[in-house]
C-alpha cells in the first residue's frame, strides 16, 4: 500500500523548484512530468518513488476539516493549496523522500504536514 502525505500550504507551490532544491541538497532523484503539474520521483536506478500529484486551490470552509478531521485543520486558513504527496509502496527510502518534500514545502511557503509525524 502506498503511504500519503497531504501538504496544505498558504500559496500556490512551485513543485520543480522545492524538487531541484532536494536535489543540490544530495538527494538522487530524477523528475519527470506526470500529466498536468504532476510529478513522479525516480532513484537512480529508475524505480518510482514518490508521486506529487497537482496542487488543489481549497476555498471551500469546512472542507480541510471534512477530509482530515478537525485536529488537523486547526491551523490551516483558506484559501490554501493541497499537495498530495504517495510514496511508493514496501520503499522505506520512499517514505522518507515525500515526507522531506512535504517538509520542505511547508518550510518554504507555510502551512502544515498531515499526518504530523511518520506513522508506520
Given at each position: 500500500m502506498t503511504s500519503d502525505i497531504i501538504a496544505l500550504v498558504r500559496n500556490e507551490p512551485d513543485i520543480p523548484t522545492v524538487v531541484e532544491g532536494m536535489i543540490a541538497f544530495g538527494e538522487a532523484l530524477r523528475?519527470?512530468?506526470a500529466g498536468p503539474g504532476a510529478r513522479h520521483l525516480y532513484d537512480p536506478?529508475?524505480?518510482?518513488l514518490v508521486?506529487?500529484?497537482?496542487?488543489e486551490l481549497v476555498r471551500v470552509p469546512g472542507?480541510?476539516?471534512r477530509l482530515?478531521?478537525?485536529q488537523p485543520a486547526d491551523g490551516v486558513r483558506l484559501p490554501a493549496w493541497?499537495?498530495?504527496v504517495r510514496a511508493a509502496a514496501g520503499m522505506p527510502?520512499?517514505?522518507?523522500?515525500?515526507?522531506?518534500?512535504?517538509?520542505?514545502?511547508?518550510h518554504w511557503q507555510g502551512g502544515m504536514v498531515w499526518p504530523?509525524?511518520?506513522t508506520r
Open positions: 523528475m519527470v512530468e536506478e529508475g524505480r518510482l508521486s506529487i500529484e497537482a496542487p472542507e480541510v476539516e482530515l478531521g478537525t493541497w499537495v498530495e527510502e520512499a517514505r522518507r523522500i515525500a515526507r522531506r518534500f512535504a517538509q520542505d514545502i511547508v504530523a509525524e511518520e
